[in-house]
């Protein structure tokens, strides 16, 4: 039997590690996740095929809301199938330093997924949403350009800030989207609210409504932002489900709300000119000369 003592001796006698192994991870959809993404692409295209069916059903001078919303869920189903076959995905690589006082430094990597088609998708459907809002209450033609640039920026800021890697920068972009999210509030909030003032009581009503509903559900997709490719304390599967969340509410229930409400109104829009009719004998363009001048 050996001696108590002389065990310890040996093990003292080990040589302690002098380096620690890197730590890698990767943060990837789950089962879970994208599942979630092929429901979202079902929800979305049922949605729009439902949204052409009310748009045949109605004169083509009152279709613009239709068209607007279908065109909403289209691109929508578009960019759920992109990411759910993973052909609207990317990866970043993060990188962290562990410093220690007696030992070499460590490094932990990163691998996160982040769905760069999912801001594609917002590029497009986010200003036909501004759309929407801004023909309803009637929003002067400046004012809606604005509206859309800005939205546009804050998109196009979101999209950089996802793909950033540096945290300085990544936050920077950050900053700069919702500073145009500010800009989008203040025309929908302060100048849409004071335009529809001038219609009627139940367009107003439903304007300050729908509006509202909008907005609230936009401040909430930065928080997401934050907490998911912002600092990364939500996995992707709880950002894909939060995103799946918020896009259902803001597009497929925003477009039954919008057009099932504005079709019972008796002052629902009555567009004709170009949008109904085209070009007339009067606005097509000549090419070459005029029989009469031969």
Known sequence: MMDPMEVMKKHDALPMPTVLPDDISYQKAGTTGTNALWVVFVIMLVSSLAFYVMAFRV??????????TAFITTFATISY???????????????????????PDTFSY???????????????????LLLDLSFLCGLAGANILVAVVADIIMIMTGLFAALTVPESP???????????YLVVIYQLAINGRGVV????????????????????????YPIIWGVADGSRIASVDAEIIAYAVLDILAKPV??????????????????????AHGLGKEGTLT??????GA
Not at 81 to 103: L, R
Not at 123 to 128: A, G, M
Not at 170 to 180: Q, T
């Open 287 to 292: 090419v070459g000369d005029d029989e009469d």
């Open 254 to 275: 925003f477009g039954f709300w919008l057009l099932f409400t504005h079709d019972s109104m008796s002052s629902s829009a009555s567009i004709e000119g170009f949008w």
């Open 81 to 103: 199938y992109a990411m759910a076959v993973k052909a609207g995905v990317s990866e970043n690589e993060i990188t962290i330093k562990h410093s220690q006082k007696h030992f």
């Open 59 to 68: 004169p083509v001078q009152k279709r613009l809301f239709h068209i607007l």
């Open 197 to 220: 003032q001038q219609k009627d009581k139940k367009t107003g009503t439903f304007f300050v409504a729908i509006a509202s509903f909008t907005l609230v559900l936009w401040t909430v």
């Open 170 to 180: 990544k936050w920077g972009w950050y900053a700069m989207a919702c500073l145009a």
């Open 110 to 128: 990163i691998y996160r997924e982040v769905y760069w088609a999912r801001y594609v998708d917002w590029s497009v459907t986010t200003p036909l």
